[in-house]
Structures are given as C-alpha cells and as structure tokens.
C-alpha cells in the first residue's frame, strides 16, 4: 500500500488554504493524491474541476508551488479566460502567484555538487551555496559538476 505523506482532506484543506491566500478565490473543488502520474506534479481535469497531485511529490520544498500552478489553471477555467499553459492569462497569473512553471524533476536531478575531497557526490534540485554546505562524510569542499 501505498504511504501518502497526508489524506486526500488534508490536501484538499491545504489547497483551500493556498487558494484564499494566493488567489483571494475559494476552491471548492476536490484534490486527492494520484499515484500513476509519474512526472507531472499534478494535473488539473477541466469535466469535474478537481485537481490530482503526485504524491512523491508532496514532500518536496516545491509542492506548494506545484499546487499554486494547478490553482493558476483551475482559477481561469472557473473565469472562462485563458487556462492553457500558452495563454498570457495563464502565464501572467501564475508569475503572479509564484507558481512553477515545471514540475521538478524526480528522477534527474538538476545540479550535482562533488566532494573535492573523497568524490561523494550530491543531487540536488537545487542550486546551494558551496560555501555554506560541506560534504557529510568528510567536511570536503563541494564543486558543481554538471
Ligand atoms: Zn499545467
Ligand atoms: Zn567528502
């Protein structure tokens, strides 16, 4: 069985939550968690205006922009105005409210950072100061490797 980090009312509420927050507009839809998206971050279903997420998704720092995007989409096809990822409504609003423009990536990671010293190697999503964080085995200087 599969171990969702929080239930499908949680999510829900947590949507609710960002949506009031981020978009001044209520969602009164339904999200839940799908665990046959494999590379989306979540998707949006224009028939019954629910929203689906990943769940291996949800504890990345993103999610709550992963959601922000999905509201960006749901919010406009509520307004009727320009809901698709080339419309300018679409992009507008989701600059507007910091959302992601793409998913991050799961299994290939952005950047990956080497230890100088012992050639450990670290995958990150995201770019990290080097001079703030040292390798954990041995305290090495890390070099961005790409
Ligand atoms: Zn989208
Ligand atoms: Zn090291």
Redesign the pocket.
């Known amino acids: 069985m599969t171990q969702f980090p929080f239930s499908n009312e949680a999510l829900t509420a947590h949507v609710k939550w960002l949506s009031l927050e981020k978009f001044n507009r209520a969602f009164t839809h339904k999200a839940s968690f799908n665990s046959r998206l494999r590379t989306t971050g ?3 279903f224009p028939k019954d205006c629910h929203l689906d997420f990943n769940p291996k998704m949800a504890q990345l720092p993103e999610f709550d922009k992963i959601i922000l ?2 509201l ?2 749901y919010h406009l096809y509520i307004q009727k105005r320009g809901y698709h ?1 080339q419309d300018a409504e679409f992009k507008q609003l989701l600059k507007a409210v910091g959302g992601l423009r793409y998913a991050p990536a799961l299994t290939r990671p952005k950047w990956r950072y080497v230890c100088e010293n012992c050639g450990s190697i670290y995958p990150r999503q995201r770019k990290i100061d080097p001079k703030k964080y040292r390798c954990g085995r041995c305290h090495g200087k890390l070099n961005l490797n790409q």
Do not use: A, Q, S
């Open positions: 979540g998707r949006f995007h999905e960006t989409h990822h």
